[in-house]
């Protein structure tokens, strides 16, 4: 039997990250396109472009479409706006303009989305129907699957799960509010946290390795972060009762431990009846979870 192929780019604010991959989840090829030296939207288009043509011609077999992952708000394979490294992308038909140039069917969805369709199509999410997909870095980004379905709100415009607000009039957030979820638990929060209380410079890393050496300012400052990271993760749970809760992220990959500190939090915290069902765990597929989520969707969406 023939294999199937789609293409999945993951459109970040630095770079593509690009590849063809095959119905069972197998990258067969990819690269990355680094973006800094790129200026305007028809560039980045023409990158993406120059991307599936490479992609498209290392198989001789079917491939089936494009599936595009962008940051920012994205809806009917338009990116409405929101992409903050990529200001020109407001309102543009990317869709039916990489059809258009390619001849291929493109699907197109928000970035965060695209990391939690992978983690359900080919990682920790596989054989569940509900789930809440966290990344955890710079910020907060999230997805929600519901009834095997991403759920993103009216017109894709909802699942901000970094900014929804954990203190009235707390800590500023890139987002312009102010006590979101993101401005108390995302790794620059640890940063800053840790800078406060010791007044040196380190990278997240760095903290965890010093928490593991008993540290008093590392553990002090990694202890709140399980706290408010456990705080939005209960939140979440007693609102949607998911199976799964995948959480993501370089940090998310420093040990067993950090799964474990968050995990127990919010046993304690949750509403018995909606946690019951709930396993918290660690995403698997790491940097290739939005790569895979864009060529997951491809697979979704068109017949083959």
Not at 61 to 75: C, D, K
Not at 109 to 121: H, I, L, P, T, V
Not at 169 to 181: E, T
């Given at each position: 039997?023939?294999?199937i192929y789609?293409v999945g780019?993951d459109?970040?604010?630095s770079?593509?990250?690009?590849?063809?991959v095959n119905?069972?989840?197998?990258?067969v090829y990819s690269?990355?396109m680094p973006l800094?030296?790129?200026?305007s939207?028809?560039?980045?288009?023409?990158?993406?472009n120059?991307?599936i043509?490479?992609?498209?011609?290392h198989t001789?077999?079917?491939?089936l479409?494009?599936?595009?992952?962008f940051?920012?708000?994205?809806?009917d394979d338009f990116v409405?706006g929101?992409?903050?490294?990529l200001p020109?992308?407001?309102?543009i038909?990317i869709g039916k303009?990489i059809t258009e140039?390619?001849g291929?069917?493109?699907?197109v969805?928000?970035?965060?989305?695209?990391?939690?369709w992978?983690e359900?199509?080919f990682?920790?999410?596989?054989?569940?129907?509900?789930?809440?997909f966290?990344t955890?870095?710079?910020?907060?980004?999230?997805?929600?699957i519901?009834?095997?379905e991403?759920?993103?709100?009216y017109?894709?415009?909802?699942t901000e799960?970094?900014h929804?607000?954990?203190?009235?009039?707390g800590n500023?957030c890139?987002c312009?509010?102010?006590?979101?979820?993101?401005?108390?638990a995302?790794v620059?929060?640890?940063?800053?946290d840790y800078?406060e209380?010791?007044?040196?410079s380190?990278n997240?890393?760095?903290?965890?390795?010093?928490?593991?050496k008993?540290?008093?300012?590392?553990v002090e400052?990694?202890?709140?972060?399980?706290d408010y990271?456990a705080?939005?993760i209960?939140?979440l749970?007693?609102l949607?009762?998911p199976q799964?809760?995948?959480v993501?992220g370089?940090i998310?990959?420093?040990?067993?431990?950090y799964?474990r500190?968050?995990r127990?939090?919010?046993?304690s915290?949750?509403?018995?009846?909606t946690?019951?069902?709930?396993?918290i765990?660690r995403?698997?597929?790491?940097?290739?979870a939005?790569l895979?989520g864009c060529?997951a969707n491809?697979?979704?969406?068109f017949?083959y």
């Amino acid at each position: 039997m023939r294999e199937i192929y789609s293409v999945g780019i993951d459109v970040g604010g630095s770079s593509l990250k690009c590849g063809l991959v095959n119905e069972k989840g197998t990258i067969v090829y990819s690269f990355v396109m680094p973006l800094s030296e790129v200026y305007s939207a028809d560039e980045v288009i023409a990158l993406i472009n120059a991307a599936i043509r490479k992609c498209v011609s290392h198989t001789t077999e079917r491939v089936l479409g494009v599936g595009l992952g962008f940051p920012g708000i994205v809806f009917d394979d338009f990116v409405i706006g929101g992409a903050d490294n990529l200001p020109e992308f407001k309102n543009i038909p990317i869709g039916k303009i990489i059809t258009e140039s390619t001849g291929l069917p493109v699907v197109v969805d928000n970035d965060a989305n695209m990391m939690a369709w992978g983690e359900k199509s080919f990682g920790a999410g596989r054989h569940v129907s509900d789930a809440v997909f966290l990344t955890v870095g710079t910020g907060i980004g999230g997805g929600l699957i519901i009834r095997n379905e991403l759920y993103g709100g009216y017109k894709n415009h909802g699942t901000e799960i970094g900014h929804m607000i954990l203190q009235l009039n707390g800590n500023s957030c890139s987002c312009g509010a102010k006590g979101c979820f993101e401005a108390y638990a995302s790794v620059s929060a640890l940063i800053r946290d840790y800078k406060e209380l010791t007044g040196k410079s380190a990278n997240g890393k760095h903290i965890v390795e010093a928490y593991h050496k008993n540290e008093s300012e590392a553990v002090e400052v990694l202890h709140k972060h399980f706290d408010y990271m456990a705080a939005g993760i209960t939140g979440l749970v007693n609102l949607f009762s998911p199976q799964k809760v995948i959480v993501g992220g370089g940090i998310s990959e420093s040990g067993e431990f950090y799964i474990r500190e968050i995990r127990n939090r919010v046993a304690s915290m949750a509403m018995p009846d909606t946690i019951k069902n709930t396993q918290i765990l660690r995403a698997e597929l790491g940097n290739n979870a939005g790569l895979l989520g864009c060529a997951a969707n491809v697979f979704s969406n068109f017949k083959y």
